[in-house]
């Protein structure tokens, strides 16, 4: 096992004085990741089961535990390029994150909220991309905090694939 490279540190451990802030994080991006359901819940309940949905859509239960460990994954991942106070791409890195979580949350008001399929594929298009982007940030200043994104990556990625099957179906 080699020793990792001056521009991809591994990062310090975490200690108990971690935990604070380690909360911190995963409950924000949380509620963050959260927020839309609640503007978006009507059009979840009405308008989502009248769309023809493409192979492999899973049912709507499973969306909110898979978002919600998601989402605590992110905010860990966030948390350990935080707490890199003295790393000089941590400022660029965590904006990054800022940006695709920003674009995470609008994905469900143009899906849901506006009804529709090609306005969430424009946005999650984008999202893929701006999720690449923080990761190969994230990997300059703590490998754990992408591979803290790589299910994130998965599962938007598997997403990206539902938002054109529902553009095209519908």
Do not use: E
């Not at 909220?113 to 923080?134: K, N």
């Amino acid at each position: 096992m080699g020793t990792p490279s001056v521009d991809a540190p591994v990062g310090d451990d975490l200690d108990r004085g971690d935990v604070p802030g380690l909360l911190a994080a995963i409950v924000a991006t949380n509620l963050a990741g959260g927020l839309p359901a609640a503007f978006t819940a009507g059009d979840v309940a009405s308008w989502y089961p009248t769309l023809a949905a493409p192979p492999l859509t899973p049912p709507s239960w499973v969306f909110g535990p898979v978002w919600t460990a998601l989402f605590a994954a992110i905010g860990a991942a966030a948390y350990l390029v935080y707490r890199r106070r003295d790393h000089p791409m941590r400022t660029r890195a965590l904006a990054a994150f800022g940006v695709q979580l920003a674009l995470n949350v609008s994905w469900s008001f143009a899906f849901f909220g506006a009804q529709s399929p090609a306005a969430g594929l424009a946005v999650i298009l984008a999202l893929d991309v701006a999720i690449l982007a923080t990761m190969a940030l994230f990997d300059r200043v703590d490998r754990r905090a992408t591979a803290l994104m790589l299910p994130y990556l998965a599962w938007v990625l598997f997403a990206t694939y539902l938002t054109v099957g529902f553009w095209t179906l519908n």
